[in-house]
């Protein structure tokens, strides 16, 4: 199953919810479904908490809120994931991607189940010199250990991904990053240029 974590409260992009911010005239969460989806058999879920409603217009999967308290950041949304994953038939992985990142590459979940195969347990996405930990695949074996950490009051994606051990598949960062992470309006800017500049 893909996941598209939309949880954050996007201070830096002013607030609100940052994948529905436009980008070409197409918000950032249908850029990222339309790359993730054709690598899901499981279909896609986003992790968001409040009204669901908002998002019907460009999103036609569950929308997933936190199970756990106090909004701990995207590992609840990675444990929703996991969670919802677990109770359909067949899915052994969840596939998570920022709901920030429009340039995702389409050989990101192939590319990850590649390098999970080398036997640990997580597999995350690199590009350049720099981990993308909420880029990553998880298995959904991995749920109650999560919970756990979570009730704990850990909220480190990292440190819960150091706990277990992870393999990692690296993309090149040139041309163009794909998972470039659209933080500030002047992202949103230089991807607009970025765009405009391609064939």
């Known amino acids: 199953m893909g996941l598209i ?7 830096r992009m002013g607030g609100g919810d940052k994948p529905l911010r436009t980008l070409s005239g197409r918000t950032l969460l249908a850029r990222v479904a339309e790359r993730l989806a054709p690598q899901c058999g499981g279909g896609l879920a986003l992790s968001a908490n409040g009204d669901p409603a908002r998002f019907r217009s460009v999103f036609a999967g569950p929308v997933l809120p936190d199970t756990v308290p106090d909004h701990p950041g995207p590992l609840a949304g990675i444990l929703a994931g996991m969670e919802a994953a677990a109770a359909l038939s067949g899915l052994t992985h969840v596939a998570s991607v920022p709901g920030d990142a429009p340039f995702l590459p389409h050989d990101f979940v192939a ?46 994606v990292g440190g819960f991904i150091e706990r277990h051990g992870a393999a990692v598949a690296i993309w090149p960062a ?13 992202d ?12």
């Open 5 to 11: 974590l939309a949880g954050g409260l996007s201070r």
């Open 111 to 156: 590319r990850l189940a590649a390098a999970a195969a080398e036997g640990k347990p997580i597999a995350l996405a690199a590009s350049g010199e720099r981990r993308h930990f909420t880029s990553a695949l998880w298995p959904v074996a991995l749920r109650a250990d999560l919970r756990d950490w979570l009730t704990r009051g850990e909220r480190r």
């Open 174 to 186: 040139e041309p163009l990053d794909p998972f470039l992470n659209l933080n500030a309006p002047e």
């Open 188 to 199: 949103l800017a230089a991807a607009e240029a970025l765009l405009a500049r391609r064939p």
